[in-house]
Nanobody, 126 residues
């Protein structure tokens, strides 16, 4: 099991930037694929971005592609989500997840993740 803790959320005006971090501890972090998901009030959790164990493969939701960047630092057991050009529709609780079904792929589906953090709130005002 991996324990995950997100940080970096907050209130930002549209067009601004935020960087989220997710620190991992426990089971071997470097063998996991990692991802970011988000959930807005009244909506289901949705995929945002994912990265494989080495950082060599990434994937993004169409709604954030070109604005968000996912990276990882295995030496620090941490992943990041750099969010630029934020929009009000990016407002949500952001969760990071760890998946072990295939460390070589960037996993897009929530069911492929076994461990989750508690989330960090991101609010973008217009």
């Amino acid at each position: 099991q991996v324990q995950l803790k997100e940080s970096g959320g907050g209130l930002m005006q549209a067009g601004g930037s935020l960087r989220l971090s997710c620190a991992a501890s426990g089971r071997t972090f470097s063998t996991s694929s990692m991802g970011w998901f988000r959930q807005a009030p009244g909506k289901e959790r949705e995929f945002v971005a994912a990265i494989n164990w080495s950082g060599g493969s990434t994937d993004y939701a169409d709604s954030v592609r070109g604005r968000f960047t996912i990276t990882r630092d295995n030496a620090k057991n941490t992943i990041y989500l750099q969010m630029n050009s934020l929009k009000p529709e990016d407002t949500a609780v952001y969760y990071c997840g760890a998946g072990f079904s295939s460390r070589y792929r960037a996993l897009q589906h929530a069911y492929e993740y076994t461990d989750w953090g508690q989330g960090t709130q991101v609010t973008v005002s217009s």
